[in-house]
């Protein structure tokens, strides 16, 4: 028996669909003022056309994209892995900065020093020193720089993990470890079933900021050497005397970020609305 809405809920929920359609042409036609007042006042200064020129070419823009594309796929390739190891990476500093007792304290203290070094240093000093010191001690071994620069984005990226994993496994209240204990399970069986599962999830939204802020840096990685985009387009900048490669590198790079950027907005929201729920 299919179900009657009354008069009164009608209008309801006619008067919020009302609402609903002005709100809609409301921000529709804001947006398009204010898109039109950029546009101008863009567009009409006097220096424009020579903006336009050096940095909107669309003949420069399709010659070197083709290359630029090609440099992206390298970036996205260690967007991949950087981001798989420095999670693994900052996983296990924040477990070893968690462990208790006075017989762990030189774990806790290195995990610690590591943590607050990298977080502090800015990467393209890690970058430099990973991508030209390292060879310059000549040992046997010595991976490519492609991998070194790799190494350096990891490590930094893994100390900002390692405190994002750190604060999801102490939200974790005390008694369910306890719990866990009096239950049988050894303090690892109790990290690995009770609280890291429960810290992973509660800093989701988060980690996945992160990972979107790796996925410019690992621009960067230009730096050492390596043909990646920024590198395509800084190619393309020399030979063609216009910087119209930068911005066409610039605008891949957005298109790269929006997924991963839209995945951490839904996370976020279902994160906060679980969270009121419950609350």
């Not at 009409?44 to 003949?59: C, H, L, Y």
């Not at 390298?74 to 996983?91: E, H, P, R």
Request: some cysteine; overall charge positive; hydrophobic content about 50%.
């Amino acid at each position: 028996m299919s179900h009657t809405p009354s008069t009164r809920q009608q209008e309801r929920i006619a008067y919020r669909r009302g609402r609903a359609v002005r709100s809609v042409l409301l921000a529709a036609a804001s947006t398009a003022v204010v898109g039109t007042v950029l546009t101008v006042g863009i567009t009409g200064a006097p220096g424009w056309e020579r903006v336009k020129e050096s940095f909107f070419d669309p003949e420069t823009a399709v010659e070197y994209l083709p290359e630029i594309l090609r440099g992206l796929w390298l970036n996205v390739k260690l967007l991949v892995v950087c981001a798989t190891l420095a999670m693994v990476l900052g996983l296990l500093i924040a477990v070893l900065r968690t462990l208790r007792g006075p017989v762990f304290f030189p774990v806790r203290a290195m995990a610690t020093t590591y943590t607050y070094s990298f977080r502090g240093l800015p990467l393209i000093i890690v970058i430099y020193l990973f991508a030209f010191g390292i060879p310059g001690l000549r040992l046997q071994g010595t991976p490519d720089v492609l991998w070194l620069g790799a190494a350096a984005i990891t490590v930094t990226y893994g100390a900002y993990l390692a405190e994002v994993f750190r604060a999801g496994i102490e939200s974790v209240h005390p008694s369910q470890i306890a719990a866990a204990r009096s239950l049988g399970l050894s303090y690892r069986q109790a990290m690995r079933h009770v609280v890291l599962p429960q810290a992973v999830r509660r800093v989701a939204p988060p980690l996945l900021n992160d990972t979107v802020a790796l996925q410019k840096d690992v621009g960067l990685i230009s730096l050492a050497g390596p043909v990646d985009a920024i590198r395509a387009a800084q190619i393309g900048v020399a030979q063609s005397a216009d910087f119209t490669p930068y911005v066409v590198a610039g605008v891949l790079f957005v298109l790269l970020a929006l997924p991963l950027i839209a995945v951490t907005d839904w996370v976020t929201l279902r994160a906060a609305r679980r969270q009121n729920a419950g609350s």
